[in-house]
């Protein structure tokens, strides 16, 4: 009798427990007891955007749920290296410089996206975004993108760049049509990555190199040169990673640059090579090459130091 009495009662401590973490879960609280302290930046933007409670459903941006939206932001300010292109789509200049914001204001971006998504046009830096309706409505059917399938917001914010900023690799796609993501309408050469830098954010911004001409830096100069620029500030690499992602399907890989990286280490091995860490499809990578090697995939470096003001 004792024993199911005693059975008894631990069903129902634990019947407590389950209960007491689901009201957490569902509350999005966490128990006093963790360590995890968020930056002051980040923690600004968390209280945005709880602020806001509820959003209604967007007339200007009819296939985004406002609650993934919300969602999505929230995940943008606590985790910033996990904001991802999507597979297969020509975004990858778009997802790097989106570092800055979500590392430097991750609040001011926050409510950048909901005056967005309220209004239909926001403004950043230097640009009035008013996108045209074909974007308004694509944002948040994109699929089979892997994670930018379930990120409307990620899917919004690539959109309208893409809108406002043009290069002359777009001149013969210049209007947003479906799949569009995957075409040169949503690609971006150097000259038009640099000045949407210099628009959006209050950085400073330097840049070596060109889309057929390498920066003229000797393979032995490389390393000590990026390690320098990283000491000023974000550091952002336009490669051919057609060599860098080496594939034993792909016969030809040619000696043009496909792709923009935040470099965000690199430092010597004992064998003489370099390993250089970077931030590409929503992670952290590590490759190990030879200085001849990086010089040759390097088609452009770009820095960024912060304007003082006064």
Known sequence: MLRKKSAKYFFCLLT???????????????????SVQLPASQVAALQFLDSLGRLDTSGH???????????????????????????????CAYSALTYIPLNYDPEGFSRFMVKLYRDGKATMGKVDFRPGKAVRTEAGLIRYKGALDISPAGQMWFLVLADHFKGYLNIFNHRFHKGDENTLWASTNFAKFNRMLRRLFPFKVHARGADIIRPSISKNKIYRYLREKLEEG?????LNNRLLYKKAHVVARFGIPTHYVLLMDIYEADNGKLNIVYWDYGRKSLQQVTPA??????????WCTIKKTK
């Open 234 to 238: 974000p550091v952002f690499l336009y």
């Open 16 to 34: 407590v427990l389950f209960w007491f973490s689901g009201v957490y879960a569902q509350s999005g609280k966490k128990p006093n007891n963790t």
């Open 61 to 91: 941006w009819p296939n985004v749920d406002p609650g993934l939206f919300l969602e999505n932001l929230r995940v943008f300010a606590t985790t910033p290296l996990r904001f991802y292109e999507g597979k297969v789509t020509n975004f």
């Open 293 to 302: 090697f990086l010089k040759k995939i390097i088609f452009g470096i770009t």
